[in-house]
């Protein structure tokens, strides 16, 4: 299990926490990355006050900008 920063409803920054989620495994090319640290750019805030519609279902992770390293690596990946 890992942490992540959640939220549950569109809104502002108080609708976030930190939560538990289960360790993802690699799908065909896609690669697995701890992340050591996230942003939180501008769209993200979009999507997260609800500005930007998404169909992903709750709780969603919101942090697309990372840096870590890569754990795991599926079938075809390049990186």
């Known amino acids: ?3 992540a920063a ?3 409803q569109p809104g502002g920054p108080e609708v976030l926490y930190v939560g538990e989620v289960a360790d993802p495994e690699p799908t065909p090319g896609h690669v697995v990355v701890r992340v050591k640290a996230a942003g939180i750019n501008p769209f993200d805030a979009k999507v ?3 500005l930007i519609p998404m169909p992903a279902p709750f709780p969603r ?3 697309s900008d ?3 390293t890569v754990e ?3 079938e075809g990946a390049v990186y």
């Open 66 to 68: 990372i840096a870590g």
């Open 48 to 50: 997260r006050a609800g």
């Open 1 to 3: 299990m890992s942490r």
């Open 61 to 63: 992770r919101i942090g």
């Open 6 to 8: 959640l939220y549950d």
């Open 72 to 74: 795991a690596v599926g």
